[in-house]
């Protein structure tokens, strides 16, 4: 990618790729609008449907939080393009590290909206078959995910390693089993904002992931707030520059562009299936609400972060590409809207229905047998409870 000179990064910032600009208009590129090209209308139908519902999905848990019904909820509003054009853009057999925030990613990869509130309810740790999805359980503790991601790119190409050596392919998450659907060599992507980008998990990740040549892609969106701080704290030059110095390539786009998003994805994981190393992409979008329920927004953005950033929003500027391209009408923006108020019902009964499961569940799956270790800490357990009077 073309490097431009800037007096404060004498390094070179990467261009910053758009393809759609935030009135739904677009401009060829002659990079990636060949991936952007793949998209049919029904893709960008679909993807306007998984947005919608991310959204309503990410509104109704707010509610259900605020009704004292979940322990916390992390809200993505603002980030779906983000995340449903790059897991769109990703093979099946690609295993996938999110965080903690990204609903569109699991709801494009299939998961149901039911699947991902366990984890919230207390009722569970991980509500979906992460073999099934070849997507890892959410990672509430920040960027660990990313180590994990990297050594799981370093077991594939160890795995291949063995399949060139034996002759038998190694199967297993992330690695496919059926010839006919996994056509691609699998990846890995992860997931990670741009507060994490300051844990020392990620400069480890990314020197592992350079020096093993890890099939690894590391997926930030920027969304401009860690928590409460601003991105100007957090850093003096954009996420993607750092990619120089671990010696791969870092790319810059525009989060809230489905097109340059999917594009700059797809780019991305065929430079790792060719064995080139892994890829930062830094996907620059806003977060419209705040970090977590438990967050007040209003005590650290400027009053005028509305009228700054909704005019941004990724699902209004796909709705103007859609219409002004004949491929949508007020029908189906109607038939979204019935889809997505029907699938939040479901939600809300699931979620009501749950119930947490006993304590004593987690201590069986410590181990895949018995373990004395396990009946100790079981035997404690009952004894500190005995302890207490009854109620």
Same mark, same amino acid.
Not at 198 to 220: K, Q, R
Not at 307 to 323: F, G, I, N, Q, S
């Given at each position: 990618?073309?490097?431009?000179?800037?007096?404060?990064?004498?390094?070179?910032?990467?261009?910053?790729?758009?393809?759609?600009?935030?009135?739904?208009?677009?401009?060829?590129?002659?990079?990636?609008?060949?991936?952007?090209?793949?998209?049919?209308?029904?893709?960008?139908?679909?993807?306007?449907?998984?947005?919608?519902?991310?959204?309503?999905?990410?509104?109704?848990?707010?509610?259900?939080?605020?009704?004292?019904?979940?322990?916390?909820?992390?809200?993505?509003?603002?980030?779906?393009?983000?995340?449903?054009?790059? /897991?769109?853009? %990703?093979? #099946?057999?690609? !295993?996938?590290?999110?965080?903690?925030? +990204?609903?569109?990613?699991?709801? =494009?990869? &299939?998961?149901?909206?039911?699947?991902?509130?366990?984890?919230?309810?207390?009722?569970?740790?991980?509500?979906?078959?992460?073999?099934?999805?070849?997507?890892?359980?959410?990672?509430?503790?920040?960027? /660990?995910?990313? %180590?994990? #991601?990297?050594? !799981?790119?370093?077991?594939?190409?160890? +795995?291949?390693?063995?399949?060139? =050596?034996? &002759?038998?392919?190694?199967?297993?998450?992330?690695?496919?089993?059926?010839?006919?659907?996994?056509?691609?060599?699998?990846?890995?992507?992860?997931?990670?904002?741009?507060?994490?980008?300051?844990?020392?998990?990620?400069?480890?990740?990314?020197?592992?992931?350079?020096?093993?040549?890890?099939?690894?892609?590391?997926?930030?969106?920027?969304?401009?707030?860690?928590?409460?701080?601003?991105?100007?704290?957090?850093?003096?030059?954009?996420?993607?520059?750092?990619?120089?110095?671990?010696?791969?390539?870092?790319?810059?786009?525009?989060?809230?562009?489905?097109?340059?998003?999917?594009?700059?994805?797809?780019?991305?994981?065929?430079?790792?299936?060719?064995?080139?190393?892994?890829?930062?992409?830094?996907?620059?979008?806003?977060?419209?609400?705040?970090?977590?329920?438990?967050?007040?927004?209003?005590?650290?953005?400027?009053?005028?972060?509305?009228?700054?950033?909704?005019?941004?929003?990724?699902?209004?500027?796909?709705?103007?590409?859609?219409?002004?391209?004949?491929?949508?009408?007020?029908?189906?923006?109607?038939?979204?809207?019935?889809?997505?108020?029907?699938?939040?019902?479901?939600?809300?009964?699931?979620?009501?229905?749950?119930?947490?499961?006993?304590?004593?569940?987690?201590?069986?799956?410590?181990?895949?047998?018995?373990?004395?270790?396990?009946?100790?800490?079981?035997?404690?357990?009952?004894?500190?409870?005995?302890?207490?009077?009854?109620?």
């Amino acid at each position: 990618m073309s490097q431009t000179q800037n007096p404060t990064n004498p390094w070179g910032t990467p261009e910053r790729i758009q393809l759609m600009n935030e009135a739904g208009e677009t401009t060829p590129h002659t990079s990636f609008s060949a991936y952007a090209d793949e998209l049919t209308g029904e893709d960008l139908k679909d993807m306007y449907r998984t947005m919608a519902l991310t959204r309503r999905f990410c509104d109704e848990m707010t509610s259900l939080q605020r009704q004292g019904q979940l322990a916390l909820w992390v809200p993505s509003r603002g980030q779906e393009a983000a995340q449903v054009a790059s /897991a769109r853009a %990703l093979a #099946a057999n690609d !295993y996938i590290f999110p965080s903690y925030r +990204d609903h569109g990613v699991l709801l =494009e990869r &299939g998961i149901t909206p039911e699947e991902i509130t366990p984890l919230f309810r207390g009722s569970g740790t991980l509500g979906w078959d992460a073999k099934k999805h070849n997507v890892h359980s959410y990672t509430l503790v920040l960027a /660990a995910q990313v %180590l994990h #991601a990297t050594g !799981y790119a370093m077991g594939l190409n160890l +795995d291949a390693e063995i399949q060139a =050596e034996t &002759g038998q392919a190694q199967t297993g998450q992330g690695q496919g089993t059926d010839p006919e659907q996994d056509v691609e060599k699998p990846a890995v992507a992860v997931y990670f904002g741009d507060g994490s980008t300051t844990e020392g998990d990620v400069h480890e990740s990314m020197v592992f992931a350079a020096s093993y040549n890890a099939p690894v892609l590391f997926f930030v969106q920027n969304n401009h707030w860690a928590i409460s701080v601003p991105f100007s704290v957090q850093s003096r030059v954009p996420i993607s520059t750092r990619a120089a110095g671990y010696g791969f390539e870092g790319l810059r786009v525009d989060g809230n562009d489905v097109l340059a998003v999917y594009a700059a994805t797809r780019y991305a994981m065929d430079k790792i299936r060719a064995g080139e190393g892994p890829v930062l992409i830094e996907a620059e979008t806003y977060r419209l609400g705040p970090h977590t329920t438990a967050d007040d927004p209003t005590k650290y953005r400027p009053e005028d972060h509305g009228a700054t950033y909704e005019p941004l929003d990724p699902m209004v500027r796909l709705e103007a590409y859609l219409r002004s391209t004949g491929q949508a009408d007020d029908a189906f923006f109607d038939e979204v809207t019935a889809y997505t108020k029907e699938q939040v019902k479901g939600v809300r009964s699931y979620v009501l229905a749950s119930e947490p499961d006993t304590f004593e569940t987690y201590l069986d799956r410590a181990y895949a047998t018995p373990h004395q270790q396990v009946e100790d800490d079981r035997a404690f357990y009952r004894a500190y409870n005995d302890g207490f009077e009854e109620d």
